[in-house]
């Protein structure tokens, strides 16, 4: 018997600055009419499945057979040997556990527990503070900032490269390498200047990271970098390789999320002035309107790509092995099944089971840090700048065109000096 024709999906268009304008609403549309929605490329015939419900977005999210991280693991032996071979660079900054699966994955994510403990992350909580202060001293007086540029960026970037030991007078070339390394937007991909640009900022971070490795090797000293040099589980160490990509990934992963994080979080309880002064007037809920700013405008808008391991089919979609997949976090956390009144920013929301740093094996590495900067970083803010508010309407603001981070290019905002 043949197969039964499966219904034509609706279109989206899920790229671009009306798109980013209007995302949740899209993919609400989304998750009414098309929950799996399959997308083939023009350009080379390839698909994406994007996953936009909860409890679809929890079941791929647990399930490291099907759907796994490295498109490998999706390929007979004979499709394997045509693939081509991976460029020295490539795979220098991507073999990390994000891209893995057990056992490569779970051996990795051993050695860097190892090294990055959650009492490394509690003895931050003083220098944190510190930086946090430090910034706003620079600008209190002024009384306007681009809270992106001025604040939400310079805090994590400091944090991480002092986390892992960078020398102070690295810290402008280490912030500019990382903003470089972030995954190209649309636009980059088209643009041969900015990839030779993207391509030059990875080989000048490669070759500072060997000078680093070698510095800790001789001389280690109380940073992560060393930690990871000498981290060790059941007799095994990370590679030269490893350790390029660990870096890399901890670099852009712990500033980029809390950035996004910080922007949007103040973003929502600026634009909701109820909830802004129920905050000010109960600081106890501190730590529930974090939870809440991470669901509400997820900071990673779409987990890093899976693949599926198998031919499958959900809500009437087949999905092929090999097809890339995507789960839309920032979807999942509005999911009506799941949050009532999802659109509605709530601090004192309960439970919130948001996906905001994903679950399972890959749960993210660095989200008690994370969620730390951002209870210090908003709790600062507005116990030092009073009366803050927005300096510019909600619709001229603009977001970045990364399709995988959602964060704001620029957040211009006020106060009483």
């Known amino acids: 018997m043949p197969n039964p024709v499966l219904p034509a999906q609706p279109t989206f268009n899920l790229f671009g600055p009306k798109f980013r304008a209007e995302a949740y609403a899209v ?52 499709e394997r040997a045509q693939l081509p071979p991976e460029p020295e ?15 490569d ?23 944190i503070q510190q930086l946090a202060d430090r910034l706003l001293d620079r600008v209190q007086a002024r009384g306007t900032m681009d809270l992106i540029q001025d604040f939400a960026f310079p805090l994590p970037i400091s944090v991480i490269a002092e986390l892992l030991g960078i020398p102070a007078r690295d810290r402008n070339r280490f912030r500019a390498w990382s903003s470089a390394l972030v995954s190209p937007s649309a636009d980059s991909q088209r643009n041969a200047q900015k990839l030779a640009r993207s391509r030059q900022s990875m080989e000048d971070f490669i070759h500072y990271l060997g000078q ?32 390029y990509s660990m870096i890399l990934l ?15 979080g103040m973003l929502a309880l600026l634009s909701h002035p109820s909830q802004l002064a129920l905050l000010q007037e109960a600081p106890t809920l501190l730590p529930g309107a974090v939870e809440e700013m991470l669901r509400y405008d997820c900071p990673v808008e779409r987990a890093p790509m ?17 097809d890339a997949i995507s789960v839309v976090l920032g979807s999942a956390n509005r999911d009506p099944a799941i949050f009532p009144q999802p659109d ?28 730390l900067e951002g209870r210090i970083a908003v709790e600062t803010l507005l116990r030092r700048l009073p009366n803050l508010r927005l300096a ?26």
């Open 250 to 264: 901890l670099t852009v992963v712990g500033h980029e999320t809390t950035v996004n994080l910080i922007g949007n």
């Open 344 to 371: 509605r920013f709530d601090i004192t929301r309960s439970p919130n089971r948001h996906l905001a740093f994903g679950l399972g094996i890959h749960y993210c590495l660095g989200a008690a840090l994370a969620r």
């Open 306 to 322: 899976r693949y599926a391991a198998e031919d499958l089919e959900m809500h009437g979609v087949r999905v092929r092995r090999g």
């Open 89 to 103: 660079l490539i795979r220098l900054l991507s073999h990390h556990m994000l891209n893995l699966d057990p056992p």
């Open 105 to 127: 994955h779970t051996r990795l994510r051993a050695l860097v527990n190892k090294a990055f403990t959650a009492r490394m992350v509690e003895q931050l909580s003083d220098r």
């Open 212 to 243: 680093i490795l070698e510095e800790r090797r001789h001389q280690p000293q109380d940073d992560l970098i060393t930690s990871l040099v000498q981290a060790e589980e059941a007799g095994d160490v990370l590679s030269q390789e490893e350790l």
């Open 27 to 78: 993919y609400a549309q989304m998750r009414e009419v098309a929950p799996v929605y399959r997308r083939v490329h023009r350009q080379d015939g390839r698909a994406t499945c994007f996953f936009t419900r909860y409890e679809d977005a929890v079941a791929v999210l647990r399930d490291h057979r099907r759907f796994v991280k490295d498109v490998r693991n999706c390929l007979t032996p004979e």
């Open 392 to 417: 510019a309407p909600v619709e001229s603001l603009r977001w970045r065109t990364n399709p995988i981070m959602r964060g704001l290019q620029r957040l211009p905002v006020r106060w009483d000096t």
